[in-house]
């Protein structure tokens, strides 16, 4: 949530200033095994510290925090939730396993041939 948290500096408070709620979901820094876990499932690790590091950075740029004990499998950002042509984004995140390739999917012919 790094970039996303720097990216809306100035949204956000407007936001809030607005009447509007924002929830942004951090990992709590302090669950060494949690951290550890996040980190394998990232496409490119840079280390737990790093990544550690980077949740710390993010949670001193929020004013209100509560954070996680578990990581979450999907990602939402909802706009205009109150409006009956609100949006809902969501992105669900790939699992990536140490040490196994992702799966193989074959572009040739099924079994019956056809």
Known sequence: MTRTVQGMRSDLPRILRNGGRVRVLILDPTDESLISTADRQRTHSQGVENLRQRVLTTLQDLTTIRVLSSIP????NCLDMSKTNGLV??????FHPDGEAAPIRSAGRGPSGG
């Not at 499998?73 to 939402?76: D, E, M, V």
């Not at 984004?89 to 790939?94: L, R, W």
């Open 89 to 94: 984004c969501v992105q669900h995140y790939e």
């Open 73 to 76: 499998t999907a990602g939402f």
